[in-house]
């Protein structure tokens, strides 16, 4: 593993254990050259994913990409951050266990619509709000009336 602080190639593992949900090892790493300390976390990769954008293009599916949409939802909202780490490595798991290598943006949306849906409603507007391109106020009044009348996503 390279030294994130200098590009050393030579680090070692001084510490390795289960994170928090079990979903991945932490490992706390070394480096000789110059005295730095630094954590990495392996996690299972079931398959290579691709998504397949609206237009048509394609790119390897990001993990930290999706976790950076989740969290901008949820910022300044009370939600524990280890409940959007689980609904996230659900959410990854789920799209690994499609059985399919290439996956449409549609199935990623739907998949965060539904969880942040039952883990925090204003994130659940938040996403939806940009997931949806909400352009005016009132396409957020008629995806809120739909909310209420039971009709949610």
Partial sequence: MRCPFCGNEDTQVKDSRPAEDHSAIRRRRYCQACGSRFTTFERVQLRELTVVKKNGQRAPFDRDKLARSILISTRK?????DRVDRMINGIVRRLESFGEAEITTEQIGGLVMDALAS?????????????R?????RDFEDFIGEMSGGNSD
């Fill in 77 to 81: 909202r009370p939600v524990e951050p």
């Fill in 133 to 137: 391109n909400f352009r005016e106020a």
């Fill in 119 to 131: 883990l925090d409603q204003v994130a659940y507007v938040r996403f939806a709000s940009v997931y």
